[in-house]
C-alpha cells in the first residue's frame, strides 16, 4: 500500500516536468509571449487543480491588466481585462509585497478586484509576482471554487512557471529592443549622412523630424526655434495621420503650462502625460485636436537654447525613456544648426574682414577723413545687407550733420543735410545715452530725424556712437526699409566706427601737431629773435662800444706806459669774455639754481619770490631730463604769475609727483577762474611745451571757482625738441666769427 502514494507522487512530479517542458520548449522557440502566457496559465491550472488562472501586467495607472486567462469551469476574467487594484485580494496582495500571496477564504477579499472574483464564485486562491529582470512585471494567480485551499507548496510550483514566463518576457522585450536600436541606429545614420553632406539645415530638421515621430510611434512630431519675442516658430512637422496639425513657419506663443513652454523655462526635457492640465495658447490648439500626452526635449546649440523637439500622441502616454531617445536625433540637428551657423559665419567673417582691411588701408594711407567716411559707411552697408546706412557728426548746437550716406537702391540721404536733436529716434538716443541703439519700428519714433528717415522709406535701424579719444563725435547707423537688422548687428557696426574713429582721430592730432609745432618754432623765434636784439641793441652794443673806446685810448697812449697798455689789454680782454658769456645766455636763457640744483630748489626759490604765498609739495627724489625740469620750472613760474596778476588769487598750491616714468604736476589756485586757452597766448604756450615733450596739459577753471592745471610729462624718454642742425651751427658760427673780430 506505500507504493502507492510514492508512485502517486512520481507521476505528480513527472507531470509538472512535462507541464515545464512544454511551456520551456515554447520559450526556447521565441513563441510569442501571448502564447506563452495562454501556456503558462493552462498547464499550472491543470497541473494545481484549480478552476480558474490568470497571468495580469501591472500597468502605470495602478491596475492590473489580464493577459492570459484560463479555466476549467468557463468562469474566467477575459484577456484585457482591467482589474484596478486596492483592497485584499490576490492582485493587490503581490504588488504591495511583491512576495508569493495566499487567500484562503475570499469571504475575506475586497476591493473591486476581489468582489468580481466572489462573483466568479472563486473561495481561494495562491499569486506569485511576475519579475523580469529584477522588476515587478505582473502576477501569477490560480483559484479555484472549492472551500478547501489550493495544496501546501502550490506558490513554489506556481513560481517556476512564472520563472519561465518572465523569461519569455524578457526574450521578447531584448527582441523588441534589440529591434528598435537597430532602427533607432539605422534612422540616426540617415540623419548623420545628411550632417556630414553638409545638407541645408531645413533638410535636415524635415529629416529629424520625419525619423523621431516614425521610430517613437507618435501621432505627432514638431521642431520649433525659440523667437525672442516669446514666441515658437515650427521648423518641421510630421504627422501619422496624414493631416498635418502644424505647418512650417506657424508662429505658437509661449505661455502657460505646455512642453514647448515648460522646455523654454527650464532648458530641460520635460513631460506631459494628461493634456487635461495644459493651459496656454499651446495648450489650448493641442486639446482642441484630441492630443492626450506629449514628450519635449531642448535644442541646444553651443550652448545655447535654440529650439524644442516635441513628440505628441492622441493614444496612451509616450513610453518611458522617450526622452533620451528623442535627444539623440536633437543633437544631430543641433550639430546640422551649428555646422550652418558655423559656415555663415565663417564667410561672414571672411568677407567682414575684406571690408575692414579695405577700410583700414586708407586709413592707414591717411586718407582724408571724407574719403574714410564714405567708404565705411558703403562698406558697411553692403556688408549688413541694409538699406541705408550713413555717418553722422554731432554740431554743438544739438544738431546732427551727415558726413556720408549710402543706399542700396533709392536715394541716398543727402550730404551736409543738418537736422536739429530731439525725440525718440537713434541718433538722438545715442546723444543721450552713449550707447548702441535700436529701432526695430520706426512708427514709434519721433522728432525731425525720425521724420527725415521715414521720408526716406526707412522702417528699422541700429546705430552705435563714434568716440574720438573718449569724446562723443557722432553716430554710424544701418537701416532698413522691411525687417529690423538683425541681433548683433551693433557688434559688427562697431568695428566699422573704431576706423572712422581713427581717421578722424588721426585727422585731428595731424591738424593739431602741425599747428602746435609751427607755435612752438614760431614762439622759440620770436623769443629768440627779440631777446637776440635787445641784447644786440642794447647791453652788447654798449659793451662794444666800451671795448672799441678801450683799444683806442690803447692805441693813444704814449710811449713808454707799456705797463697801462698791457693793463688795458687786460681789460678789454675781460670786455670780450663778458660779451661772450652774455651771447651765451642769449642762445640758452636758464635759471642757473635750476641747472645748477634741479628741480625742487628751483621751485622753492619761486615760491620765494611770488608775491601770494605758495604751498609746495615735491615727491621728487632725483634729476629729471633737463628738458622735463625746464618745462616744469616755466609752467610753475607763468601759472603764479597768472595767479597773482591776473587771477587776483590769495594762495596757490603746487604738486609734483614722479609715479612710474610720469611725472604730475597739479597747480591750483583760489582766484577768479575763467582761464581758457582763447584768452591770450600764455596758456597755449604751457600745452605747447607740455605737448612737446609728449605730455600733456588741462585746465579746470570755472569763473569765480579759482584755476587748476594738470600737466603729466613722460620722464623716462621724454621727446627732445630738436632745431635743425643748420640754424644751430649757423649760430655757433656767428658767434665765434663776432668773438674773432672783436
Known amino acids: ?36 502566457f495562454a501556456a503558462v496559465a493552462e498547464e499550472a491550472g491543470r497541473l494545481l487543480g484549480a478552476h480558474h488562472a490568470t497571468m495580469s501586467r501591472y500597468d502605470p495607472d495602478g491596475t492590473g491588466r489580464v493577459v492570459a486567462s484560463w479555466s476549467g469551469t468557463g468562469a474566467a476574467f477575459p484577456v484585457g481585462t482591467c482589474l484596478p487594484l486596492g483592497g485584499r485580494n490576490a492582485h493587490t496582495l503581490v504588488f504591495q509585497t511583491q512576495r508569493p500571496a495566499r487567500i484562503s477564504d475570499y469571504a475575506d477579499a475586497s476591493g473591486p478586484t476581489g468582489e468580481a472574483a466572489r462573483e466568479f464564485g472563486f473561495r481561494a486562491s495562491v499569486s506569485v509576482p511576475v519579475v523580469v529582470e529584477g522588476g515587478l512585471w505582473g502576477v501569477m494567480v490560480v483559484e479555484h471554487t472549492r472551500e478547501e485551499p489550493l495544496p501546501p507548496g502550490a506558490e513554489a510550483r506556481l513560481t517556476a512557471f512564472t520563472e519561465l514566463a518572465a523569461t519569455a518576457i524578457a526574450n521578447a522585450q531584448a527582441r523588441v529592443e534589440l529591434r528598435g536600436f537597430a532602427e533607432e541606429q539605422a534612422a540616426l545614420r540617415r540623419v548623420a549622412t545628411l550632417v556630414a553632406r553638409a545638407a541645408p539645415p531645413a533638410q535636415v530638421l524635415t529629416a529629424v523630424t520625419e525619423e523621431a515621430g516614425r521610430l517613437l510611434h507618435a501621432t505627432y512630431a514638431a521642431m520649433g526655434r525659440y523667437d525672442p519675442d516669446d514666441m515658437v516658430s515650427v521648423v518641421a512637422a510630421r504627422s501619422s495621420t496624414g493631416a498635418a496639425f502644424l505647418s512650417v513657419d506657424d508662429r505658437l506663443r509661449l505661455g502657460g503650462r505646455n512642453v514647448p513652454t515648460m522646455v523654454f523655462q527650464t532648458g530641460r526635457p520635460a513631460r506631459i502625460d494628461d493634456f487635461a492640465e495644459l493651459s496656454g495658447p499651446i495648450g489650448d490648439d493641442a486639446r482642441a485636436l484630441g492630443l492626450r500626452a506629449g514628450v519635449g526635449v531642448p535644442v541646444s546649440v553651443e550652448g545655447r537654447l535654440w529650439g524644442v523637439m516635441a513628440v505628441l500622441s492622441r493614444e496612451e502616454p509616450l513610453p518611458a525613456g522617450t526622452e533620451p531617445r528623442l535627444a539623440g536625433f536633437t543633437e544631430l540637428a543641433a550639430t ?37 567716411f564714405a567708404a565705411v559707411t558703403e562698406e558697411a552697408g553692403r556688408l549688413l545687407h541694409a ?129 602746435s609745432r609751427a607755435r612752438i618754432v614760431a614762439t622759440a623765434d620770436a623769443t629768440r629773435r627779440r631777446i637776440e636784439r635787445n641784447l644786440h641793441d642794447g647791453a652788447q652794443q654798449r659793451l662794444v662800444s666800451l671795448a672799441l673806446d678801450l683799444r683806442a685810448a690803447q692805441a693813444t697812449a704814449p710811449p713808454g706806459a707799456g705797463q697801462l697798455v698791457q693793463e688795458l689789454d687786460g681789460v678789454a680782454a675781460g670786455l670780450d669774455d663778458v660779451l661772450g658769456e652774455l651771447r651765451e645766455i642769449a642762445r640758452g636763457l636758464h635759471p642757473a639754481v635750476l641747472a645748477e640744483s634741479g628741480l625742487l630748489p628751483a621751485l622753492k626759490t619761486l615760491a620765494r619770490r611770488s608775491p601770494i604765498p605758495v604751498r609746495l609739495d615735491i615727491q621728487v627724489d632725483r634729476r629729471l631730463p633737463e628738458p622735463v625740469e625746464t618745462a616744469v620750472y616755466y609752467t610753475v ?106
Open 336 to 372: 546640422a544648426i551649428a555646422n550652418a551657423q558655423a559656415r555663415v559665419e565663417l564667410r561672414g567673417s571672411a568677407e567682414e574682414q575684406a571690408a575692414l582691411r579695405r577700410v583700414a588701408t586708407l586709413v592707414a594711407q591717411g586718407a582724408s577723413p571724407g574719403n574714410v
Open 387 to 515: 538699406d541705408y546706412a550713413a555717418m553722422k557728426r554731432y554740431d554743438p548746437d544739438d544738431t546732427i550733420t551727415i558726413v556720408a550716406a549710402w543706399s542700396s537702391a533709392s536715394a541716398a540721404f543727402p550730404l551736409g543735410t543738418h537736422a536739429r536733436l530731439g525725440g525718440h529716434n537713434v541718433p538722438t538716443i545715442i546723444f543721450q545715452t552713449r550707447q548702441p541703439a535700436r529701432i526695430d519700428d520706426y512708427t514709434t519714433a519721433s522728432g525731425p530725424l525720425a521724420e527725415l528717415a521715414f521720408k526716406f522709406g526707412m522702417r528699422a535701424s541700429v546705430g552705435v556712437p563714434v568716440s574720438v579719444e573718449g569724446r562723443l563725435w557722432g553716430v554710424m547707423l544701418v537701416g532698413s526699409s522691411g525687417e529690423p537688422p538683425p541681433a548683433g548687428t551693433e557688434a559688427r557696426l562697431a568695428g566699422f566706427t573704431e576706423l572712422a574713429a581713427t581717421a578722424i582721430a588721426n585727422a585731428e592730432a595731424q591738424a593739431a601737431l602741425t599747428a
Open 637 to 742: 613760474a607763468e601759472a603764479l604769475t597768472n595767479a597773482a596778476k591776473h587771477a587776483r588769487a590769495t594762495t596757490a598750491d603746487i604738486e609734483v609727483a614722479d609715479s612710474d616714468g610720469v611725472l604730475h604736476i597739479h597747480i591750483r589756485d583760489d582766484g577768479r577762474g575763467g582761464a581758457d586757452f582763447t584768452h591770450g597766448t600764455g596758456l597755449i604756450g604751457l600745452k605747447d611745451r607740455a605737448e612737446a615733450l609728449g605730455g600733456h596739459l588741462q585746465v579746470h577753471s570755472p569763473p569765480r571757482e579759482g584755476t587748476t592745471l594738470d600737466i603729466t610729462l613722460p620722464v623716462d624718454e621724454p621727446a627732445r625738441p630738436q632745431l635743425p642742425p643748420v640754424v644751430a651751427g649757423q649760430s655757433n658760427d656767428a658767434g665765434t666769427q663776432r668773438r674773432r673780430r672783436l
Open 1 to 36: 500500500m506505500a507504493a502507492l502514494p510514492r508512485r502517486a507522487g512520481n507521476d505528480r512530479i513527472a507531470g509538472e516536468q512535462a507541464a515545464l517542458r512544454r511551456v520551456a520548449t515554447l520559450v526556447a522557440g521565441a513563441a510569442a509571449p501571448e502564447e506563452v
